[in-house]
């Protein structure tokens, strides 16, 4: 089907910068959009970015004007540019891949999640 591999988290301090990767690779036939969710413990996972095959980003209220996702030049790839972290943005992040796998058949749709990375936001 789709895998996803993440990369980027770590520990930064208030103020500081992180980029987060995610590659996703198999059996894709189509990408409708990528993006990146987060879950802080005792809270829902919510949005953070997303991006669509079509180029149109959408982000959290959140982290508007700070973080910045894009598309890499590989294909199915993107990154999530963190910056201004604040002790709020302290999260597990998940890569999330919105699209179409290749069956023997028809294609199918496939809503794929990665493992989560860690980004801890501290002084």
């Known amino acids: 089907q789709v895998q996803l591999v993440e990369s980027g988290g770590g520990l930064v301090q208030p103020g500081g910068s992180l980029t987060l990767s995610c590659a996703a690779s198999?059996?894709?036939?189509?990408?409708?959009?990528m993006g990146w969710y987060r879950q802080a413990p005792g809270k829902q996972r919510e949005l953070v970015a997303r991006?669509?095959?079509?180029?149109?980003?959408e982000y959290g209220d959140s982290v508007k004007g700070r973080f910045t996702i894009s598309r890499g030049d590989a294909k199915n790839t993107v990154y999530l540019q963190m910056n201004i972290l604040e002790p709020e943005d302290t999260a597990v992040y998940y890569c999330?891949?919105?699209?179409?796998?290749?069956?023997?058949?028809?294609?199918?749709?496939?809503?794929?999640w990665g493992q989560g990375t860690q980004v801890t936001v501290s002084s």
């Open positions: 991006v669509t095959s079509g180029g149109a980003t």
């Open positions: 198999g059996s894709i036939f189509m990408l409708n959009a």
């Open positions: 999330n891949f919105l699209g179409y796998y290749s069956t023997s058949t028809v294609p199918k749709m496939i809503d794929s």
